[in-house]
């Protein structure tokens, strides 16, 4: 069984908040916070799961995954 790599997922993250931030949440998509990240798509439902939150709260976005 393959680890977490950390740096990817920071990548990931660091990419969908820089996407919501630049283009809205609305128009921010899993294939462009890959391409954003330089990894696949896959590789992000691989390491998060399925990203089943995403909430605006005190000037933060956040996204919770379900592992």
């Known amino acids: 069984m393959r680890h977490k790599d950390e740096k990817k997922n920071e990548s990931i993250f660091q990419a969908a908040i820089d996407l ?31 990203v089943n939150n995403c909430t605006y709260t005190n000037g933060c976005w956040c996204l919770c995954a379900r592992a």
């Open 20 to 50: 919501i931030n630049e283009i809205g949440l609305a128009e921010t998509s899993m294939s462009k916070i890959a391409k954003k990240a330089n990894v696949s798509s896959s590789t992000i439902y691989v390491l998060l799961g399925v």
